[in-house]
Structure formats: C-alpha cells, structure tokens
C-alpha cells in the first residue's frame, strides 16, 4: 500500500515508485470526489443543503481534499477527505437523516470497489496488471496502465469505505457522536476531535493502521474476486 516499499534507499527502484504515484492519484481523487458527492447529495435529497451552498456539491476532487489526509493517503495509503459540511437542524427527521447523510459516503464507496472489482476480475483484466500480477500479460502500456487503475480503484475505495466506519475524527463515523452531544457535552467532543486528528496521524505513519487493515482488505478482495467467477 505504501509508496515506499522499500528503506533501501540505495537500491530504491524509482520506476516502480513514479508507477505507482501515477497509478494511485486519480484512484484517490475519484474514490474521495464520489465519497464527498454522496454525502452532498443525500444530505440536499434529505433538506440540507449547506454543501452546496459551501460549493461542496460536486464529483471535482480538488474541492473535497484535506491537507494532511490527501498526502497520508498517497504516501502511506490510508487517508482522508474534508469533512462534508452539515447542519442536523435542516433536516427533515433529524436523527434519520443524518445517519443517512453519514453512511451515504462509505456505502458509495463499497458499491464502486463492487462494480470495479467484478470488472477488474471478471473480465481478467488483472491479467494485465502490473501491481496485481506477478506474471502479467505485457501489452499496449495504455491497457496495462488502465488494468492497473482499476486494481488499485478497487483498493482504494474498499480502504475508504473501511476505515471510515472507525469512529476516530475526522472520519465520517465519529460525526454521529453529535447526534448524542448537548451544549453541556460539546467542548468534550471538540477535545475529542483535536486528539482524533493525532490518533489518526499516530496509527497511519506508524504502520498500525496497515496492520489493522490489510488483513481485511485482503479478505474483501477474495471475496470480491470469487463474486467476479459468477459473471465468467
């Protein structure tokens, strides 16, 4: 999942580093524009439309970006995207809505790591991947390139859908502590969010959050891969 695979600095393969950047950003910004678009849209369907008018209705990725969760995500593989702006008291049943509103992004999430994945493994475009497939097909580079898109789209958006459901800020989880928060509670969910952010920072660049999550990417992986043989 890491840009660097490798501490060998000496023996770094710097082909396979600037392959794999060029493979991961628009993986990363289209799984975080569609994440961010769904809360949007559910949250407007549903009477809330702060996000648009905070110009945070819409699929451009540039415009959902964190500073410190876009570079996280690149390098260590495991990040995050602005927190989508709401307002509970626009909606129409407040409670509900905003649980939809919360759940709407991740869900988006893993029905695009479904829809790639089926592609990617039912058609055998793995075939042609570089990064999923020791013994890939050489073939026209814009093929090979797109295989390896589509693996790595897969990946990226089962990690966003994942780690989302971690109720740590700012992922999307820990927004329905506000639905139980009173003004008499508030400033400690505001320390909470402070000491989130660490949290957060701690678990990706220490490795933690790898070990937590691969073995459950991995797995969704399988799964998905052995859904694909269905439409063989």
Known sequence: ????????????DWIIFLRRLIVRVPCILFALGFHEWAHAWISIK???DTSKLLGRYTLNPIKHLDPIGFPLFLI??????????????????KRRDFCLAV???PMMNLLL????????????????????????????????YFADVLGHFVLVNLTVFFIN????PPLDASRLFML???????????R?????LLTLLVLVISGIMKQMMDPVLQYFQELIMQLSQLFR
């Open 113 to 144: 790591a479904l829809i790639s994945g089926l592609i990617f493994y039912g058609f055998r475009i793995n075939r042609f991947s570089f990064f999923f497939n020791p013994s890939a097909i050489e073939g026209n580079f814009l093929v090979m």
């Open 76 to 93: 260590y593989g495991f990040g995050w995207s602005r927190p989508f702006p709401i307002h509970i008291a626009r909606f129409s049943q």
């Open 103 to 105: 759940i709407t992004g």
């Open 46 to 48: 549903t009477g809330d």
């Open 192 to 196: 909470f969010q402070v000491y989130g």
């Open 180 to 190: 139980f928060s009173t003004s008499r509670y508030m400033k400690w969910v505001i």
């Open 1 to 12: 999942m890491s840009l660097f695979e490798s501490g060998d600095w000496v023996n770094f």
């Open 165 to 168: 459901w971690l109720p740590i």
